[in-house]
């Protein structure tokens, strides 16, 4: 069974203060892993999608990696409008239009 | 920029009366999906939909839910007879399919209270 970890649950931070988030997961080849923002009561916001080991992205002050196990959420010098749920997922194994595997997600308050 | 609708954004229903959740997903798209997400829970896959029939289920779609794709744009969920567990957001998604099938984009999400 496909199983997405992340961790910590939830993380307060300085604005300023760098930190990273971590998404561990398991699965039988992965096709992709997504990293989603969502803010209270919306719908997850995609911002990245990595598909081999070593790879890395950026936006902002966002950059996600990814290993062989497990990828990071890098937030550098957080601003309070970076705070927000930031959520991993995979797709499910099986073939079709694949759903998608959530964590439950990092929790990221960015205190002024 | 292109973006995937619901409506309503919030629904009251009585427990046992059906309800059916309506979603635009974004035009040139051909995946669309429906999740789940109880209230400080995970957001959980419910069904894929491709090519005018379902593609995935997962074990919570069970009968008492359906989707149906009407016309050419909107695409719905039913709930057949609700329980008082199926409150939760419900959110839609869509993907282009082919090399972008796996990027799915999500809807704002309807909010589903059963009294």
């Known amino acids: 069974e496909d199983q997405v970890t992340q961790s910590p649950e939830a993380l307060r931070l300085q604005e300023g203060e760098s930190s990273s988030l971590n998404c561990s997961y398991t699965?039988?080849?992965?096709?992709?892993l997504f990293w989603y923002r969502q803010d209270p009561g919306k719908g997850p916001e995609f911002l990245f999608t990595?598909?081999?080991a070593g790879e890395e992205k950026e936006k902002e002050r966002l950059k996600a990696t990814l290993t062989k196990k497990e990828s990071f959420l890098h937030i550098t010098a957080p601003k309070p409008e970076d705070s927000a749920t930031y959520l991993c997922?995979?797709?499910?194994?099986?073939?079709?239009?694949?759903?998608?595997?959530f964590g439950k997600g990092t929790h990221l308050i960015i205190q002024p | 920029e292109p973006e995937v609708t619901q409506t309503p954004s919030h629904q009251v229903t009585q427990m046992g009366q059906e309800v059916i959740l309506r979603c635009v997903p974004i035009?040139?798209?051909?995946?669309f999906y429906w999740y789940r997400q109880i209230l400080g829970q995970k957001v959980e896959f419910l069904v894929s939909?491709?090519?005018?029939?379902?593609?995935?289920k997962s074990e919570i779609f069970d009968d008492q839910f359906s989707v149906e794709r009407p016309d050419g744009s909107n695409f719905t969920l039913k709930i057949r007879s609700t329980k008082l567990e199926d409150s939760a957001m419900y959110f839609c998604?869509?993907?282009?399919?082919?090399?972008?099938?796996?990027?799915?984009?999500f809807g704002p999400g309807t909010r589903l209270t059963v009294l």
């Open positions: 035009s040139n798209h051909l995946y």
């Open positions: 990595l598909y081999s």
């Open positions: 997922a995979v797709p499910r194994t099986g073939g079709g239009a694949d759903g998608l595997t």
């Open positions: 699965v039988s080849g992965l096709r992709g």
């Open positions: 998604a869509s993907s282009k399919g082919l090399a972008g099938a796996l990027l799915q984009f």
């Open positions: 939909f491709y090519n005018n029939e379902i593609s995935e």
